[in-house]
C-alpha cells in the first residue's frame, strides 16, 4: 500500500474504514461532501485493484461529471501514478480504474458495464430519479460492492431519500454535514452562510442546512421565534432553576441536560454512553451544586431506572419524571404530554415579554423540525419521533429536553410562602398529582 498524507474530515472517516452497501452523505451547501468523496476514492484506488464509477443523473459530457474534481485532487497531492484518459483515470501500479456515466439515458442493457463495479459514487444523489436508481440499485452487485451517495435536500421525497433513508438498516451510513463541520470551509462560504440567515431562514435552512424546501409548511416553532430568542439579553434571572433531562435511546442518541430559570434556558449538556448509574450520579452533583428547583426527566428508555435511584436518594420532590405519551394537564388543548410540552415551549418562544435561549444551531434545527396538526378535538397533536428523526437525520435530542422544561408550571417558593389562614403554600395549590403521590 501507498503511504498518503490526506486528512480526511472526521465525518468522513467511515468511507473508508467501514463497510456498508450504503453511505448516504447529505445536507447543505459545501458541507465538504465532493472534496471528501474525491479524496477518499483516489486513496482508495491506490490501495488495490478497484472499479470505481462516478455517475449522476445527467451526463452530457465528461465535463460535468467528478473527472476534474478527481484530477485536481490527485495533482494537488502529487500523485503521479494516475493516467488521465479522455473518458476515464487509471492508477498505474494498482490497475483501479475510475469511469463516468450519466444514468438519466442509460437502459437496463448498456448499464451492464457497471456490473463488476466495487464502489460507485452517486453524486447530486437528490437528481436521481426513481426509474435511473430501480435500474443502478440492483445492477451493483459485486460482492462487497458500496453505494457512496453525495446530495443535498431538494424535496421531502427524493427518490434517493426515500429509498435509503427513510428506511435505514444496518448496513446503511446516513451522516448529515453541513457547512459548519467542513474544516476546509472558506470564510466567503461562511460569509455568504451567515447573509443568508440574517436574510431569509426559510432560504438558509433549505440552502445551508439541507433542509427539503416542502417542509416548513406546517411546522409547529418557527425559526424567527428561536432566532429572536437567540438574540434577545436578559442574562441573569432569578427564576427558580428547572432541569429537562432527554435521556439516550440508541448508541448514536445524546444524553442531553436544559436549563432554565423563567425566561431565560442558559444552558444545554450533553453526554454519550452513559450508564443509569452515572446518569443518575451525575444528577446528583447536579442537584447538590446547581440546587434545582425540579428536575423533568423523560421516564422512556433508562429514564425509568434513573428516576428510581435518584428517588431512592431522596430527591423524590425535586425530580419528576415524565411520560411523553401521558394525559395532557389541559387535555382540551393538547393530544398528549408530549405536544403539551411542545405547544408551551412554542408559546414560552413567542411571549411578549421577550425570552432568552443560548444560542446553538442544533436546538435551533431541531426545535423547528417538528410538523404539527390537530385531531378531531382540535386538539394540537405532533408527528411521530420517527418522522423527525427521519427527516433531520437524528434525534432531536436537545428541543426535546428543553420542552421538558415546561412538563408542570414551576412557581418561586425557595423560602415557602404560606397563604391563608389554613397557612398553604403557594405551591401546593398549583400541584398536579402524580404516581409518586406529589
Ligand atoms: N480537503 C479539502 N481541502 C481543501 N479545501 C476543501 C477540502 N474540502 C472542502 N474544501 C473546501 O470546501 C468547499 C466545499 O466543499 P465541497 O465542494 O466538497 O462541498 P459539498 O458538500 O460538495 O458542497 P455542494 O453541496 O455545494 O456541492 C470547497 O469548494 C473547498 O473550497
Ligand atoms: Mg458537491
Known amino acids: 500500500m501507498l503511504t498518503v498524507d490526506v486528512k480526511i474530515p472526521v465525518k468522513f472517516k467511515p468511507l473508508l474504514t467501514e463497510n456498508y452497501r450504503y453511505k448516504l452523505y447529505w445536507g447543505g451547501r459545501a458541507g465538504g461532501k465532493s472534496f471528501a468523496f474525491a479524496d477518499s476514492l483516489i486513496i482508495k484506488a491506490r490501495m488495490g485493484k478497484f472499479l470505481i464509477a462516478c455517475v449522476r443523473e445527467v451526463q452530457n459530457s465528461i465535463k460535468d461529471s467528478v473527472y476534474k474534481l478527481l484530477k485536481d485532487r490527485a495533482d494537488y497531492y502529487g500523485f503521479d501514478d494516475f493516467k488521465f484518459y479522455e473518458d476515464r483515470i487509471e492508477n498505474v501500479l494498482t490497475g483501479s480504474k475510475f469511469i463516468f456515466k450519466g444514468l438519466k439515458d442509460q437502459n437496463s442493457q448498456n448499464i451492464k458495464s457497471l456490473e463488476g463495479v466495487d464502489v460507485c459514487w452517486v453524486e447530486e444523489g437528490q437528481s436521481i430519479s426513481k426509474k435511473s436508481w430501480d435500474i443502478l440499485n440492483p ?38 454535514v453541513n457547512y459548519y463541520d467542513n474544516p476546509y470551509c472558506s470564510s466567503e462560504i461562511k460569509y455568504l452562510a451567515l447573509k443568508c440567515k440574517a436574510q431569509n431562514l426559510e432560504d438558509y435552512e433549505h440552502i445551508w442546512l439541507g433542509a427539503p424546501v416542502k417542509a416548513g409548511d406546517n411546522k409547529l416553532i418557527a425559526v424567527k421565534d428561536v432566532m429572536k430568542a437567540f438574540d434577545v439579553k436578559i442574562c441573569v434571572s432569578t427564576s427558580p432553576l428547572v432541569i429537562g433531562v432527554d435521556i439516550a435511546r440508541f448508541g448514536d442518541d445524546k444524553t442531553v441536560f436544559c436549563y432554565r430559570r423563567g425566561r431565560y434556558c442558559y444552558k444545554i449538556d450533553t453526554f454519550s454512553k452513559l450508564s443509569t448509574v452515572d446518569l443518575a450520579n451525575k444528577l446528583t452533583q447536579v442537584i447538590n451544586e446547581d440546587k434545582p ?40 388543548r393538547y393530544v398528549n404530554k408530549r405536544a403539551e410540552m411542545w405547544g408551551l415551549a412554542n408559546e414560552w418562544l413567542k411571549s411578549e415579554e421577550g425570552v432568552q435561549v443560548i444560542r446553538d444551531d442544533e436546538l435551533l434545527e431541531d426545535l423547528c423540525s417538528v410538523c404539527k396538526s390537530y385531531d378531531y378535538k382540535g386538539r394540537l397533536q405532533l408527528e411521530s419521533k420517527d418522522k423527525i428523526k427521519e427527516r433531520l437525520g437524528r434525534s432531536p435530542d436537545k ?29 401546593s395549590l398549583f400541584r398536579v398529582k402524580t404516581t409518586d403521590g406529589w
Open 293 to 332: 428547583k425540579r428536575i423533568f426527566l423523560d421516564l422512556g428508555n433508562t429514564g425509568a431506572g434513573v428516576y428510581d435511584i435518584l428517588k431512592d436518594r431522596g430527591f423524590g420532590k425535586i425530580v419528576r419524571g415524565v411520560n411523553f405519551g401521558s394525559k395532557a394537564i389541559n387535555d382540551d
Open 399 to 427: 428541543a426535546d429536553a428543553f420542552v421538558l422544561t415546561f412538563a408542570e408550571p414551576v412557581y418561586d417558593c425557595g423560602k415557602v410562602q404560606k397563604v391563608g389562614f389554613a397557612g398553604v403554600d403557594i405551591e
Open 139 to 176: 445492477t451493483i452487485r459485486k460482492k462487497g460492492s458500496e453505494i457512496w451517495i453525495s446530495m443535498n435536500r431538494e424535496e421531502e421525497n427524493d427518490p434517493i431519500w426515500k429509498a435509503l433513508a427513510l428506511n435505514a438498516d444496518e448496513r446503511t451510513l446516513v451522516v448529515k
